[in-house]
């Protein structure tokens, strides 16, 4: 069984430009999350989606970010203008819809650099 | 609002010898706890959780935690650590406060450095 997959494993890009990054969840998981790690700080909540709809987007930090999971399979998130502070990691975890004491299945993460 | 913390940036220790990452947590309810670990270059695995019953929960490649409400503190627990164990360690509240769905707060990590 394929396990979660995220696009690119890196990007650099320069600040003003748009990043698009990928999530392609475990099969039959309608819980995907978003989050994000800058360095050495604590995994922050980004969104929670629940199939194709946004459950809690509370840790979006501005409206440069847009999330988007198409017929609830796999998801986008695009950070355009990009600037240096949204530099870090991005991970993408998915867990099925059967309760609140599932864990999660995560990605790999993208390391995104804003030069 | 949940939150976790874990005090040390890193844990040292020697292949042979017990190990203990610390986690104290924060919650309003009943908390549902998670242990995660992090490999370079992979994504978070997870360990184990504590959601009712023993306080003494057991995971994955031997690891152990132990639940304390009244210290409010889920430390992770492994008696004779290996050079394998060494990695990233997150633990995790699962926010039960949220509306429409569950998302789970992380710690800042401690990296386990165990040496041969």
């Known amino acids: 069984e394929a396990g979660v997959t995220q696009f690119p494993s890196h990007s650099v890009i320069e600040k003003g430009q748009t990043v698009t990054l990928r999530c392609d969840p475990i099969s039959g998981h309608d819980n995907l999350y978003w989050y994000r790690r800058v360095m050495g700080k604590e995994i922050k909540f980004l969104l929670h989606f629940v199939k194709e709809s946004k459950q809690d987007e509370s840790g979006m930090p501005n409206n440069r970010f847009l999330a988007e999971r198409t017929g609830g399979t796999y998801s986008t998130l695009k950070v355009q203008p990009a600037e240096l502070e949204d530099s870090g990691v991005y991970f993408c975890?998915?867990?099925?819809?059967?309760?609140?004491?599932?864990?999660?299945?995560f990605g790999s993460g993208t390391q995104l650099s804003v030069l | 609002a949940q939150s976790v913390a874990q005090p040390e940036d890193q844990v040292n220790v020697a292949e042979g010898n017990p190990l203990t990452v610390k986690c104290t947590y924060s919650v309003s309810g009943n908390p549902y706890l998670f242990w995660y670990v992090q490999y370079p270059n992979r994504g978070l695995q997870f360990l184990l959780k504590y959601i009712t019953g023993d306080n003494l929960v057991k995971g994955s490649y031997g690891f152990e935690a132990e639940f304390n409400k009244s210290q409010t503190s889920f430390h992770l627990k492994k008696p004779s650590a290996l050079v394998s164990d060494s990695a990233l360690y997150f633990c995790?509240?699962?926010?039960?406060?949220?509306?429409?769905?569950?998302?789970?707060?992380f710690g800042a990590g401690t990296r386990l450095f165990v040496k041969a």
């Open positions: 975890a998915s867990s099925p819809l059967t309760g609140a004491s599932e864990k999660l299945f």
């Open positions: 995790a509240v699962r926010d039960m406060g949220g509306i429409g769905g569950f998302k789970t707060i």
